[in-house]
């Protein structure tokens, strides 16, 4: 960022470089070019900016007199010239003199942006990149420079689900915005909002060119997905959303498999699944002569399946994906698993392509209530597992009066310090995820109970609520506990939504 860039196109959408080489284009023709991850050893590497505020510099004019629209413009030229020679001292010099004098000019603020960018002070930098994008929205090279300090950043996983509020604002300063409602926040840095819930970043939001009335859809892909898996990042636009799911134990930065949920917002009001489809394949050969495509499955022009691989090079590795493309009422939808390998694993590829061949297109209303109970599910799963572990070390600790208040009151009385000592070592050693596999909520006349099933499919805890919270109904660890159920219906292990 050490000179001013004049582009000749604006940058609509920001996406990631870093992992996926996707260029997503919403015109004549829906590009959605699947984005192969690069090798690591070329991640950027980006000088964040420091946590303080942008502080202000020494570089003032001594006289406090108003200058004139001649002056302000002779302290800008000054100041590009010096950009120029990469004399960043002079240039901030000059160009702090032009900011002070009309602090509302988004192009001068860029332009001080830059000179600081120069001299190696990202935090000042960022600060009037920011300014500067906020003040001149239509001004490309701001928000170029922008998107290009953002994108390194996020290339670093700052932008990743969960990242606490404290570190964002360590990292990035203080937001030139902030809305609170209840739990959820909004901070906003230039046209970027990060959405947190219990100050834990939620997704990312790009604020250009939204409708008035908010971004609302039609419908959606319901699909499944294993349990081991994690939401890793959101971002949503005017023209598309995107969300992204790893292995729980690995990010979006170091990832083995990914999966992919988007939407392309009004893509199918011009184009069908089956055109954005041959715009991936004619971009992904001109790319990369050596890919081999494949299309699977095709009921018609609303809805196809297709596979690409290619081999790995110094600049990427090795990479194949399979896609599913559902046109809705108003958008294209968009499901994704990719893989870092040379050759695609037809075994381990199966149970993917079940998941996208299964994926449902739901209108939005029952899209919402599928999304709530499918969040619940997924939540009490993961307490539950946590609680089974916790209930092992009660259990070897003998502690009978607080194992009891996990219980249904009717059944604490079993729950004695004899009952206790003859548990075996093996009910210790239970694994809390083979246990509990997989949650179903049911419908128990007015109540909501949830029921558990273990690896093998056979249900082995039934879990009722009573004034908000859930208790167990039965003692999984007495050997004496009601024998456990084949379930009559076998439901996949988890379900969400894009």
């Known amino acids: 960022m050490s000179t001013l860039r004049h582009p000749s196109t604006p940058v609509h959408f920001i996406f990631r470089t870093s992992r996926l080489l996707t260029a997503v284009a919403l015109g004549a023709l829906l590009a959605a070019i699947p984005r192969i991850s690069a090798c690591a050893d070329e991640q950027p590497k980006a000088e964040k900016p420091a946590a303080a505020e942008q502080k202000k510099t020494d570089a003032r004019p001594d006289a406090e007199r108003k200058l004139s629209p001649e002056e302000i413009q002779k302290h800008v030229e000054n100041g590009q010239k010096a950009i120029e020679l990469k004399d960043w001292e002079t240039a901030i010099k000059e160009l702090e003199q032009a900011v002070q004098a009309d602090p509302n000019n988004g192009p001068y603020h860029h332009a001080l942006g830059v000179a600081y960018m120069g001299a190696r002070n990202a935090n000042a930098g960022w600060f009037h990149f920011r300014q500067a994008v906020r003040l001149a929205p239509e001004y490309t090279p701001a928000t170029v420079d922008f998107l290009g ?10 932008f990743n689900v969960g990242t606490p509020l404290d570190f964002l604002i360590r990292t990035l300063g203080k937001p030139d915005e902030i809305r609170e409602s209840g739990p959820r926040m ?13 100050r834990s970043l939620f997704s990312v939001l790009d604020l250009r060119n939204l409708p008035e009335d908010g971004l609302n859809t039609t419908d959606g892909l319901a699909f499944t997905i294993p349990d081991d898996w994690k939401v890793a990042y959101r971002i949503l636009s005017a023209t598309q959303g995107n969300t992204e799911y790893v292995h729980n134990d690995e990010t979006i930065q170091n990832w083995t498999e990914l999966f992919a949920s988007q939407r392309f917002i009004g893509a199918a009001e011009k184009q069908t699944a089956k055109s954005v489809r041959e ?8 790319a990369y002569p050596k890919i081999k495509f494949e299309v699977l499955d095709e009921t018609d022009e609303n809805d196809t399946l297709f596979r690409w691989s290619i081999p790995g090079n110094e600049e990427h590795p090795a990479q194949y994906e399979v896609v599913r493309l559902v046109q809705g009422e108003n958008d294209i939808h968009r499901l994704a698993y990719t893989r870092k390998a040379e050759q695609p694993d037809e075994e381990a590829l199966e149970p993917w392509l079940d998941v996208l061949r299964t994926a449902r297109l739901l209108p939005a209303d029952e899209l919402r209530v599928h999304q709530q109970r499918e969040g619940m599910e997924r939540q009490l799963l993961q307490i539950t597992r946590v609680l089974i572990e916790r209930q092992q070390e009660m259990i070897r600790q003998k502690n009978v009066d607080l194992l009891k208040s ?6 604490r009385d079993e729950i004695t310090a004899e009952s ?5 070592a093996e009910t210790l050693a239970i694994d809390p995820e083979v246990f509990a596999s997989r949650i179903e909520l049911v419908q128990s ?10 690896e093998k499919g056979d249900k082995v805890l039934t879990l009722v609520q009573r004034e908000g919270n859930w208790y167990a109904r039965n003692i999984w660890f007495n050997a004496s506990n009601e024998k456990t159920e084949k379930p009559t219906a076998a439901k996949p292990a988890s379900e969400t939504t894009n």
């Open 149 to 158: 300090t953002w994108k390194l950043l996020d290339a670093q996983g700052l």
């Open 186 to 198: 909004r901070a906003i840095y230039g046209f970027m909002s990060l959405n947190l819930i219990n």
């Open 406 to 411: 996990f219980f249904v009151e009717e059944r």
């Open 445 to 454: 006349g007015e109540a909501q109970q949830a029921e558990l099933y273990n």
């Open 420 to 424: 206790l000592e003859n548990i075996d």
């Open 279 to 286: 715009g991936i394949r004619t971009r992904l050969v001109e």
